[in-house]
């Protein structure tokens, strides 16, 4: 399978490594960081036990894309794209809010709603939408960023108040996100989607701002097709969309939510191929662009051997 589950590399000058749900991130030199997007697939915070070929290449190819898209709204961590797989980009301090916005009912937002519960991360909810509805507005629900377990819901009242972020630079990270939105919408649409929701990053670089992490993919946004969305809607249909909501839904219906008493269902080979195509199908809506699946003999070596190269660049 061709298909990256981690990496142990031993990179020149390297002085920490850290594992994310999906992400091996090693620090070279407290400089930089070298962001391996591997093919791990995660759900309720767990991460599923089996990997999903090309998933890290089309996040890290659509991130690199909408990265670029969006730097003149604000300037962002990536330096270099070495690898389908790989970013290196400056080390910022990061926020620990994840700021989601949402511009549909969907998701946890419509999960909440449908409990009954008319206000998310403080920001109240009008009477009488159903599920996948427009809202009158975008609407900002942050979370906190949990180094370990589940992220939370919190508000913007709580943030400031515990003081997890200053009020200059929450309003800073207020305006950056709906700018994000505003641009990532409009680049969907010219792709024939909707932006239903995302989720932005941010840290701080000598003294400024920057947007790290990756954007509008998949894993980070939910996308519905824009020419079937209101004939769906009016007929409360399902809506057809590009997101990982496909693996949750399905993980919900053979009893898995991430609690601490169940198992991740087994995943078939049937399955992880359908995921793979789904992620595929999405890069090549969102960018215009076909997709080339990068295949390598040994590919742990070659992300490797691309990273060395770029980090030798950099001296």
């Given at each position: ?69 969006t730097q ?17 980009g ?39 939408l ?7 507005n ?28 200053d ?33 932005y ?24 097709y ?14 057809r ?14 009893g ?40 390598s ?13 770029a ?5």
């Amino acid at each position: 399978m061709n298909a990256i589950k981690e990496t142990h590399f031993n990179l020149p000058g390297q002085t920490n490594f850290y594992k994310g749900k999906v992400r091996d991130v090693y620090t070279i030199e407290d400089k930089f960081l070298v962001m391996v997007v591997t093919d791990r697939i995660s759900a309720f915070d767990v991460v599923l036990p089996e990997p999903i070929p090309y998933k890290g290449q089309v996040l890290n190819q659509i991130a690199a894309k909408s990265l670029q898209e969006t730097q003149d709204i604000i300037p962002n961590w990536v330096i270099d794209v070495p690898d389908p797989c790989v970013s290196i980009g400056r080390i910022c301090e990061p926020f620990k809010v994840e700021m989601v916005i949402r511009g549909y009912l969907a998701g946890h937002a419509w999960r909440e709603y449908q409990a009954g519960r008319r206000t998310v991360c403080g920001v109240e909810l009008p009477e009488g939408l159903k599920e996948n509805d427009k809202l009158p507005n975008p609407i900002i629900t942050p979370t906190t960023k949990a180094s370990v377990g589940h992220d939370e819901d919190i508000s913007r009242e709580e943030i400031l108040k515990r003081g997890i972020v200053d009020e200059h630079d929450y309003q800073e990270l207020e305006k950056y996100t709906y700018a994000l939105f505003n641009r990532g919408s409009e680049i969907a649409d010219r792709h024939g989607l909707i932006l239903v929701d995302t989720k932005y990053e941010f840290g701080k670089a000598d003294g400024k701002i920057h947007l790290i992490d990756e954007i509008h993919t998949p894993d980070s946004s939910r996308y519905f097709y824009k020419d079937t969305y209101a004939e769906l809607q009016e007929k409360n249909e399902p809506q057809r969309q590009l997101s990982k909501e496909f693996v949750r839904k399905w993980l919900i219906e053979n009893g898995f939510q991430g609690k601490e008493d169940q198992r991740v269902p087994e995943m078939s080979p049937e399955l992880i191929s359908s995921i793979s195509d789904r992620y595929i199908e999405l890069y090549e809506h969102i960018t215009g662009f076909e997709f080339h699946k990068n295949e390598s003999e040994d590919l742990l070596n070659r992300v490797e051997t691309n990273i060395i190269e770029a980090l030798n660049r950099l001296k």
